[in-house]
């Protein structure tokens, strides 16, 4: 870990041991005790076909992850352990982004061992500090989450503090190093970002089913192509429940920040509404990603970095360390290669039980925010199944191409089983 960020834990060690150490480890043994090691492995079979590309992929992975991982106490100290081996099963007829299998297409899975939490959490009244690998997400992992979807999760270094009360929290991180999804080695992207990064999220709750956020991430990447992709982004968010009504709205801007090599200027804004009868939810949104008359590079590719390299356009905004999967499609057109013209998606999506199975459906359609161009459309639709320890999933998604990217198409078989 970065020696920051070491640093920086045991002087907040320091600080809480003379107050806390008697009675914060009498209740640390008696959780230790009752804490269980658990272990869990998640088969996933990926294929994606795509325009462009010589072969078609199929990638069969599966992921052990072993963990011991204390619940948060309600006063002193508390520690988790999380560990994750991912091994591919068969043939390895992807682009895992280190394989140098640049025939198929990226699936960004790559195989070997990687540490995934390592933390000291202290608790103490409304006050709660994380030091160490841990994860990290704010408000629905638009810009700050740790990209469960991969095999193999984003973490954080960092420490932590967060305090909250009936109506108001706040949560402030400063991260040392960002544990990316294409770890534990370095390929065509690194594993890992040397960072000097805070990350600063308040929230207040002024009537029952209403909230009030604002955040300001001020991102600094240090190593390859670290630089290219830190920014600072201000904003706030409003979400809203009456009955079975709901709204979500998010406006803020990102600029140049840190060694970022380019000045730009965005806006960003998002609204989503939504309807949840019984059993069921319903959404309809619009966010848009600005875009800047300057020139700047466009960041976070995924793959074969070298084609995008240096290649310039008008700069839009960027979520480096969001939860990409989440938004903007289940293809990830759009995750690591933001069109410089900037971006409008508009998209509906349902979501509902019929026995035992969770099926769900979502439309998107693309377009640039300056220039008119029409990017394309994507629809997915998934079916989950959970009981007790076992999960499974089958998902589908085609992207249609106009004007950004390639046809592609995406198919995935994933089995969990946690003992």
């Avoid at 352990?81 to 280190?98: F, H, M, R």
């Avoid at 989950?384 to 076992?390: G, I, K, N, T, V």
Wanted: with cysteine.
């Amino acid at each position: 870990m970065n020696t920051r960020l070491i640093t920086a834990a045991c002087v907040a060690a320091l600080g809480f041991w003379g107050a806390v150490a008697v009675p914060a480890f009498g209740g640390f043994k008696e959780a230790a005790k009752e804490t269980k090691p658990t272990v869990g492995v998640r088969y996933r079979f990926e294929a994606v076909e795509q325009t462009g590309v010589e072969e078609r992929a199929g990638a069969s992975t599966a992921r052990v992850r072993f963990g011991w991982v204390m619940a948060a106490a309600s006063e002193g100290f508390s520690v988790g352990v999380q560990a994750d081996y991912v091994a591919k099963l068969g043939p390895e007829e992807y682009n895992s982004t280190d394989n140098g299998r640049t025939e198929f297409p990226v699936v960004a899975d790559p195989t070997g061992f990687d540490l995934n939490q390592a933390f000291l959490r202290y608790r103490k009244g409304q006050l709660t500090v994380t030091a160490g690998r841990q994860r990290i997400a704010h408000a629905g992992q638009h810009f700050v989450g740790f990209k469960a979807w991969r095999q193999n999760e984003q973490s954080f270094d960092a420490l932590r503090m967060q305090a909250s009360d009936e109506r108001m929290s706040l949560d402030y991180a400063y991260v040392a190093r960002v544990n990316r999804i294409f770890g534990p080695g370095d390929g065509a992207q690194p594993g890992a970002w040397s960072s000097d990064s805070h990350l600063l999220r308040a929230s207040w709750t002024p009537t029952d089913g209403h909230s009030i956020g604002a955040f300001n991430y001020l991102l600094d990447f240090e190593n390859d192509n670290g630089p290219a992709n830190s920014n600072a982004t201000f904003g706030v968010d409003y979400t809203a429940a009456v009955g079975s009504l709901g709204l979500a709205a998010s406006v803020g801007r990102q600029r140049d920040w840190g060694d970022q090599p380019v000045p730009y200027d965005v806006p960003y804004y998002a609204v989503e509404t939504r309807w949840t009868p019984a059993g069921a939810k319903f959404a309809l949104g619009w966010e848009v990603l600005g875009s800047d008359n300057g020139v700047a590079t466009v960041q976070t590719p995924i793959g074969a970095e070298h084609i995008y390299r240096g290649w310039t356009g008008v700069a839009t905004v960027q979520t480096p360390i969001g939860a990409e999967h989440i938004y903007r499609g289940w293809t990830d057109k759009f995750a690591a290669v933001k069109p410089a013209n900037g971006l409008e998606d508009t998209y509906v999506s349902a979501s509902g039980k019929v026995g035992p199975l969770t099926l769900a459906a979502t439309v998107h359609a693309y377009r640039s925010r300056r220039g008119g161009f029409d990017y394309g459309t994507e629809a997915g639709i998934s079916a989950a199944y959970a009981r007790e320890r076992l999960s499974l999933l089958l998902k589908l998604a085609r992207y249609e191409a106009e004007q950004h990217a390639t046809d592609t198409t995406k198919a995935w078989f994933m089995l969990g089983y946690s003992l």
